[in-house]
């Protein structure tokens, strides 16, 4: 942590100046070659023991050699005090990431006769985790594939669900788009039950995990609550599921004596083809790939067949390795990475306030734009075409390779980095694409969701197969409140540069959209002023992002004339400020002591509650400052109060007192070529990831060996704290880039509106 004193908020401003200028040198720092960031995807120990599953199922963890060590040293660094291991590093022991680390540091080498954390860990599952028999489902199907735990104790999954056609209540895509690409495959794994070999032997029956049983004589435990107490809470939708379940495991799922079953995995097979990336990627996430490829093994493909092969590159290339150890990334995130430095970048512009950033800030960002608008995906593939055929292409992705699912944050937040670098831009080709396709993916109730729209059948969590109440893709404050933003940015943009005739009827689409988003933002809001978080923890990230994209619609009370008959329905009667400012009071009241913003992974069992029950208030769970958050909050709070207001200014005083001086040049980060694919190659190609034909698969830092005397020392902030989430409650993650360009962002937001008050053209919105 870097020690300044700031007495004034004059000193303030240079200080806010130099953290700023720091921060751009430390992102000119990891930038790749080809202009792009991605940083680190930090998920729990469940993606890399998973990992290990896969290769021990494939015959080839001996293969590992080198990176076992590695492996462990990642796993067990990763472990609580108390044995257990958490959904994110220092948070309660968890059963089922618990279990699935002891017995992937089991297949490793670690045993209770010569590791006392694997002592203290089966005494710690089977005491407060409450033994093997309560893992959740995820859990059960890869134990079941080892004969650890009967099939018989894993809930039915008909492959003939392929069959049902869209416009049934209930099929594929009525799923989630992370569900089904996971769900097709293990319909395969499902049907053939599978029982792969363990040191010990090959096994239904397996006895290799005994120890974490608190009744290894009874393994055929159920998933499920009981009909009775289903019954009792009323909960008849699970009822219906359980007993549809009960039935195909009485007929054994139908997987004998079936003329329909050879013809549903063939469709399986097919759908699975179709969706594999020719970097051998599945929806640019680790669990389609892993069952994926388990899936090609059972249907007779070889390892050596150029789609399993590939598949495993692919998952080789998830891999991150440093002082820390091995371990595998559940997503890589480098679209999302690159579009919010970029837009953090556009903040302050190197000539603001007349100070001089050694840094070219305008050379990074147009370059990083230039590879981004390069990944924009405007073939016509995609699944979210199944129910919006009539949408032209033109979104964004997360990932490197996944052009079956761009998604609307991702989008949106490209719009508004090419809109802050260039507001030109609005007239772009690539810009109006993007909008859009994020106008065509709008919900029924004027909400936006990530990959599919009206993707909110919830009754479909009730199967028994999801525990994770995530087979749904539901609309959600954060993704509308950036989806307003960028099309706030869109508007004010094409009002700058002046708005040709051509763009007027994409303007009233706009208008109307956003109107109808205001709409869905109304209803949604929490009691206490905050709106929650899907997709960031939790309440602060929500309110946020709500906040940032209602700063350019605080005019909407007054605007009438483009608002059609359905939007005047839902939102006529709403006032934006109405909204704002019990959303400005929240963020507000939740600031520590120290000036920043905090909150745990915890709000989400509280939400999880409140979100079932409107009527029942959101609470935040507070948390010690993190920079991330500190930013988030600044961002929300500068556009509509004064930069000299106490919580901006103690805001603004945090980041910059908790800049740190991490650098990518003491980094251990290694690259991941040949260094770390197995030496003895099972690999038949080590090629390029296909992101780029210069970028690596880790950061390698462009710096000169000759340190330039102007340039800023490259400072950054800590960013342990996981910050973002996959599955609240279950898969949280930590993207360590957050707690550089938020905080950068924010800094340069800051000291824009600084610019602007003093020059009189700031105007105070929270009146």
């Not at 939708?237 to 079953?261: C, M, Q």
Request: hydrophobic content about 40%; some cysteine.
């Amino acid at each position: 942590m870097i020690q300044r004193k700031i007495n004034s908020g004059a000193d303030l401003k240079i200080a806010a100046s130099k953290a700023l200028q720091q921060a751009y040198s430390y992102a000119d720092e990891i930038v790749r070659p080809d202009g792009h960031w991605c940083g680190e995807l930090k998920s729990n120990a469940t993606i890399t023991a998973e990992y290990v599953f896969l290769l021990q199922a494939l015959g080839l963890a001996e293969n590992l050699g080198r990176d076992s060590e590695a492996i462990c040293r990642y796993l067990l660094s990763e472990q609580n005090g108390d044995g257990s291991w958490g959904i994110a590093p220092g948070n309660a022991g968890e059963i089922s990431t618990s279990v699935e680390a002891y017995l992937a540091l089991k297949l490793l080498g670690q045993t209770q006769e010569n590791s006392l954390a694997m002592q203290k860990a089966q005494r710690w599952i089977t005491t407060v985790g409450g033994g093997v028999e309560r893992v959740r489902v995820f859990t059960r199907v890869f134990l079941a594939t080892f004969g650890l735990l009967p099939w018989s104790a894993v809930p039915q999954l008909p492959a003939e669900l392929i069959f049902m056609p869209s416009a049934a209540m209930i099929n594929i895509y009525t799923l989630s788009s992370w569900a089904r690409s996971t769900l097709i495959p293990m319909l395969v794994v499902h049907h053939h039950q599978p029982i792969f070999g363990l040191p010990n032997e090959v096994s239904s029956n397996n006895s290799f995990l005994d120890e974490l049983w608190l009744n290894p004589s009874n393994k055929n435990v159920p998933y499920h609550d009981h009909f009775f107490t289903m019954l009792l809470k009323l909960d008849l939708i699970g009822v219906s599921f359980t007993a549809i379940d009960k039935i195909l495991g009485a007929f054994g799922g139908f997987r004998s004596y079936n003329p329909l079953r050879r013809r549903a995995l063939d469709q399986c097979m097919d759908w699975i083809i179709t969706h594999e990336e020719p970097s051998g990627d599945w929806a640019g996430i680790f669990p389609p790939m892993h069952l994926g490829i388990l899936a090609y093994i059972l249907e007779g493909y070889q390892i050596n067949d150029v789609l399993v092969r590939r598949a495993l590159e692919a998952i080789e290339r998830f891999a991150w390795q440093d002082e820390q150890g091995k371990r595998i990334q559940a997503c890589i995130s480098p679209v999302w990475d690159t579009v919010l430095m970029a837009a953090a970048l556009a903040e302050t512009p190197a000539e603001a306030d007349g100070l001089v950033y050694p840094v070219d800030s305008h050379t990074m960002r147009r370059r990083a734009l230039a590879w981004v608008k390069a990944h924009q995906l405007l073939d016509t593939r995609g699944d979210w075409r199944i129910y919006r055929r009539a949408v032209t292409p033109g979104g964004f992705s997360f990932e490197y390779d996944n052009t079956w699912y761009p998604d609307v944050d991702d989008t949106a937040a490209a719009v508004i980095a090419f809109l802050k670098d260039d507001r030109q831009t609005v007239t772009a080709d690539h810009v109006q694409d993007a909008v859009k396709w994020i106008l065509g993916m709008q919900c029924h109730d004027g909400g936006w969701a990530a990959f599919d729209a009206d993707n909110d059948k919830l009754f479909l969590n009730k199967i028994p197969f999801s525990d994770m109440d995530s087979l749904c893709d539901p609309p959600t404050a954060d993704i509308v409140g950036r989806v307003l933003e960028a099309l706030g940015i869109f508007m004010l943009s094409a009002t700058e540069t002046g708005t040709s005739p051509s763009i007027k009827p994409l303007l009233k689409r706009i208008r109307q959209a956003c109107f109808r988003g205001i709409g869905f933002l109304s209803e949604t809001q929490e009691i206490n002023g905050s709106w929650y978080g899907r997709w960031g923890v939790n309440y602060i990230y929500g309110t946020s992002n709500v906040l940032c994209g209602l700063a350019y619609h605080c005019d909407a009370d007054d605007a009438n004339e483009d608002r059609d008959s359905e939007a005047k329905d839902v939102s006529t009667s709403v006032s934006v400020m109405s909204m704002v400012k019990p959303g400005l009071q929240f963020l507000l009241s939740a600031q520590n002591v120290d000036g920043g913003w905090g909150e745990a992974i915890e709000s989400y069992r509280i939400s999880s509650v409140s979100q079932k029950n409107r009527d029942i208030p959101a609470k935040l769970f507070p948390a010690p400052s993190t920079a991330a958050q500190t930013a988030w909050a600044l961002l929300a709070l500068i556009p509509y109060l004064s930069t000299t207001h106490p919580a901006i200014e103690s805001g603004i005083r945090y980041l910059i007192e908790h800049q740190t001086a991490t650098s990518t040049k003491s980094s251990t980060i290694v690259s991941i070529s040949e260094d770390i694919l197995p030496a003895d190659g099972f690999f038949s190609s080590k090629e390029s990831h296909g992101q780029s034909d210069s970028a690596p698969f880790l950061p390698t830092p462009p710096f000169s060996d000759q340190e330039d005397t102007l340039r800023p020392e490259a400072l950054t902030w800590s960013g342990e704290t996981y910050t973002g989430t996959g599955f609240p409650n279950h898969l949280m993650i930590g993207y360590s880039l957050y707690s550089h360009y938020f905080p950068m962002g924010a800094l340069g937001a800051y000291l824009r509106a600084r610019k602007q008050e003093e020059a009189g053209e700031k105007i105070d919105l929270s009146h």
